[in-house]
């Protein structure tokens, strides 16, 4: 046998195995089985039909190329091993040439991981490291984030007076189209701040001055850009009956305030001391996540390597099914979001695609540091890690005893190794 391996574009390997009858020989009666599986013929069970039998009823031909394809199924898997060949997809089989019961050649073609070469990534990581940012919090962000605090704990008390703007309408409303109610359009208990309502404008000063229980019939019209095609810039009427007004009370940031919002807080400085070092914690966090990402790009500049385009494309999907799920946690369908911002599928795809390409270049160059540098989590530190994981997935999935825990550990692992990696690439000196 013969073995040769050529490196064509976007790393992919092609080897060409060239075999004579010896190789093939071993794998012959094997062929013949496998071809007697499915034979019928008279005097025989289905499937039990001898192998020399069937060899002599399919032909020579047909035995010797079913012997090679075994061969191949069989030395492959082997041959990647012994020769360390990293792959990233099925392989594809081409058999090029057979001469019966002499010689056959075979063309595999297999994405693989790229080999790149890096140089003085220790020194372009310092370079970076003098465009760390100090990381400051001010008055106003800790103001802001106090003002959500009490805003989420807001009261809504029912109020008896006439409905003014700023107060929030609890309102029943039929939409009436060509003299008969649209049940699909129509809601019972919308409410909306009087003066701030997006959809029916034509609701913020018509309903002013209503009491509890009164009612109003008024002409609307759907906005040009309403989720319903079909009504966009039509007008209908709508009417209204006002269930109750509400008030919003939203409370002070007082000593009583900061105790409620747990035991930890005895006054409302220490209230505004945990929000200030939560603010700083993040912007840290962000900012060390800016300066990883920076020192990868830094790397990668002078690099020059084909990237598998299955890689690229695993990596899309992965990013496009992130971008699917934010929408849908937006409470909007995927279609919809298309149709709002004018893109089709594909053209998502093209625009995340440089993305995708960056993403597998830095865990490129983050793997072959890890190579360089010897960096291997000790088995301490993944099952650390990898409980500290399913404790938080249990937390969210009731299931998350069912998950394989190999999965979670080599995931673990993944992570240490990269966090290593740059304890190591921004380690001050």
Not at 123 to 139: M, T
Not at 320 to 340: C, P, W
């Amino acid at each position: 046998m013969q073995v040769s391996k050529n490196n064509l574009e976007n790393s992919v390997l092609e080897i060409v195995f060239i075999l004579d009858k010896s190789d093939v020989n071993p794998f012959i009666k094997k062929a013949s089985e496998n071809l007697s599986a499915n034979l019928k013929m008279d005097g025989f069970r289905p499937g039990k039909v001898p192998g020399e039998i069937a060899a002599k009823q399919f032909g020579d031909d047909t035995v010797f190329e079913e012997a090679v394809t075994l061969f191949i199924k069989d030395f492959y898997p082997t041959y990647i091993k012994e020769n360390e060949i990293e792959v990233v997809s099925q392989p594809e089989v081409n058999i090029t040439k057979i001469v019966t019961n002499k010689e056959a050649e075979c063309k595999i073609k297999v994405q693989i991981i790229p080999s790149i070469e890096l140089k003085g990534y220790k020194e372009k990581a310092k370079q970076i490291l003098k465009e760390k940012k100090e990381v400051l919090v001010k008055d106003e962000e800790i103001e802001s984030t106090l003002k959500w605090l009490c805003e989420s704990r807001a009261e809504f008390k029912e109020i008896d007076s006439s409905l003014k703007e700023g107060d929030i309408a609890d309102i029943n409303y039929d939409v009436i189209i060509d003299g008969e109610k649209n049940h699909d359009l129509s809601k019972e208990n919308y409410k909306f701040i009087v003066g701030k309502e997006p959809v029916f404008q034509s609701f913020n000063e018509a309903l002013m001055g209503l009491k509890k229980g009164e009612e109003k019939e008024i002409e609307i019209t759907f906005p040009e850009d309403y989720s319903l095609k079909e009504f966009q810039g039509k007008k209908a009427a709508a009417k209204i009956t006002l269930n109750k007004i509400l008030k919003k009370e939203v409370p002070e940031v007082t000593d009583e305030f900061a105790k409620r919002l747990g035991e930890k807080f005895e006054n409302a400085e220490q209230l505004k001391t945990n929000i200030k070092e939560g603010i700083k914690k993040e912007k840290e966090i962000k900012e060390e996540e800016r300066i990883r990402l920076l020192i990868l790009e830094k790397i990668r500049e002078d690099l020059s390597v084909e990237l598998p385009e299955i890689l690229v494309e695993r990596e899309t999907n992965n990013t496009l099914e992130e971008v699917k799920h934010r929408i849908a946690e937006m409470g909007m369908e995927f279609n919809d979001y298309l149709a709002q911002i004018k893109k089709t599928e594909e053209d998502i795809k093209k625009d995340i695609s440089a993305e995708a390409k960056n993403k597998v270049m830095n865990a490129l160059v983050l793997r072959e540091i890890i190579k360089l540098e010897k960096i291997e989590p000790t088995d301490k530190e993944i099952e650390e890690r990898a409980q500290m994981i399913l404790n938080e997935i249990s937390l969210q999935n009731p299931d998350a005893k069912n998950i394989d825990i190999n999965i979670i550990r080599n995931y673990s692992a993944e992570i240490i190794r990269n966090e290593k990696v740059f304890a190591l690439l921004t380690k001050e000196d």
